[in-house]
């Protein structure tokens, strides 16, 4: 029953990509943008008759950049990724890929990223839940993968629990999701763990925070990005052949 409905599904997704992804150029990008990196643009997916209906809403689209050329070789990994058994973090599940359109469909995290959730939110960070972040890039690398861009805004949280701390709540758990294999590489030697910790969660440790056993980043966050500009969006000015 789950089968045939997730075959359902991706028949669905695949009849409309062509249309869904010709939207990415439209006038109506930021109302589908979902988050933008090095090699692509994402956005969710949308009934593109009717945008009440949400029953594609847990879905999202990977738009590659035309210059970024390691397309099969994303899918790849994060297929293996996504196979990797008795890990603490979560992948989204790969739906559909299509080369000639430059995307490719996976499962919506109705989350938050790193960048967003822990700084943009003015958290800290428990000692624990610091450690779990660390104990997924190691098992990520045990697995053969090095993600070779671990930047706190190329993983998510979901399901996260606080409890209040003295200036700001304090993150003590929450699902860890590992996105953007886009860089990635098959290799147990990697840099992960050391720009997990450099890229943001161990930046500007106060005393306070230390004497909690808590980690945060003192001072105002910077600005997340906004959806590119038009010029800058995949196949801008590009029609769909």
Partial sequence: MIDAFAEAIRLRIETDLPRLREACDGPNF?????????????????NPDD????????YAMKVWHPTF??????????????????????VPR??????????????????????????LRRRFISQSFFEKVQDCFWALNAGGVDHHDAHRGNYMLSNVQTVPGKDRDIIVDADVWIIDFGRSVESRNSGDIEQVEEEGLLRGIGQEARAQGVHGQEGDPEPEGAPPAPSMRPGA?????
């Avoid at 990196?37 to 969710?44: A, M, Q, S």
């Avoid at 000015?237 to 052949?241: E, F, S």
């Fill in 30 to 46: 930021p109302s589908y943008y979902l988050g933008n990196g090095k090699d692509g643009t994402v956005c969710r997916l949308h």
């Fill in 237 to 241: 000015g590009r029609r769909i052949p």
């Fill in 69 to 90: 050329l390691a397309r099969s070789h994303e899918t790849y990994l994060h297929a293996k990724v996504e196979a990797m058994t008795g890990v603490p973090f979560r």
């Fill in 94 to 119: 790969l739906i559909h890929e299509d080369q000639r359109l430059g995307c490719f469909v996976m499962e919506r995290v109705h989350g938050e990223t790193a960048f967003r959730s822990i700084f």
């Fill in 51 to 58: 945008d009440t209906d949400l029953s594609l809403d847990g």
